[in-house]
């Protein structure tokens, strides 16, 4: 079975350009996650979805960052414009939900660098 | 006050000996799960273990076991007979019962471990 497919692996930009992620889930997941994870922190949760249905973004900063799943399966997590501070590891996750037991599991991330 | 704390930053272990990581989380949902992760440098995390708040027994997978005293609220992570590949950063988690499907899944600060030959 394959992993959560994410891209690109690495990205460096220039505050204020604009950046977009890329993220395949497990086939048949249909929850998928994007997490933020700044160095020496645990991952963050930016945005949760059910399908293509949007279930938590309590915590995405709308004036920069915007995510969609078209189709229920590949999603896309943009930032516009990208400030220093957005330096961080981006994680994509997916699961079947099961009760408790919902087990994530993650793509490889991709490392974004704003100069 | 914070849903998981691990108070290890960092931990040295000699290869072939056991390691424990600590976690200990924090909920007054009866119903919860908890999880340990591990993220190597490449970044990807890696499940390696889940133990429901119902489940008698401690859960085990292969040399990974999870030491669970539910009064104390602690999970903590057992490495038995360390391998060099084991160096990396671990993760605690808990996910909360929920009646709906949003996430309330909870990550601690991490715990790195490192090997030594």
């Known amino acids: 079975e394959a992993g959560v497919a994410q891209s690109p692996r690495y990205k460096i930009i220039e505050k204020r350009q604009s950046v977009a992620f890329w993220c395949n889930p497990i086939s048949g997941h249909a929850t998928l996650y994007w997490y933020q994870q700044i160095l020496g922190q645990g991952p963050k949760l930016l945005i949760q979805?059910?399908?293509?249905?949007?279930?938590?973004d309590s915590q995405l900063p709308k004036d920069r960052f915007s995510a969609e799943r078209l189709k229920g399966v590949d999603s896309t997590l943009k930032i516009q414009p990208a400030k220093l501070e957005d330096s961080a590891v981006y994680l994509c996750?997916?699961?079947?939900?099961?009760?408790?037991?919902?087990?994530?599991?993650f793509g490889p991330g991709t490392r974004l660098l704003v100069l | 006050a914070q849903k998981i704390t691990q108070t290890q930053p960092g931990m040295f272990v000699q290869e072939k000996e056991a390691v424990t990581l600590d976690c200990t989380y924090d909920t007054s949902d009866p119903s919860y799960g908890l999880f340990w992760y591990k993220q190597p440098s490449s970044g990807e995390m890696i499940f390696l273990i889940y133990?429901?708040?119902?489940?008698?027994q401690n859960a085990t997978e292969g040399r990974y076991s999870l030491n669970f005293q539910k009064a104390r609220k602690s999970a903590n992570l057992v490495i038995s007979a360390s391998q060099l590949g084991d160096s990396a950063m671990y993760f605690c988690a808990m996910r909360e019962g929920s009646r709906d499907l949003r996430n309330q899944f909870y990550f601690g600060t991490g715990t790195s471990l490192t090997v030594i030959p």
């Open positions: 996750a997916s699961s079947l939900v099961r009760g408790l037991q919902e087990t994530q599991y």
């Open positions: 979805f059910q399908n293509n249905g949007v279930v938590d």
């Open positions: 133990q429901g708040s119902y489940d008698q």
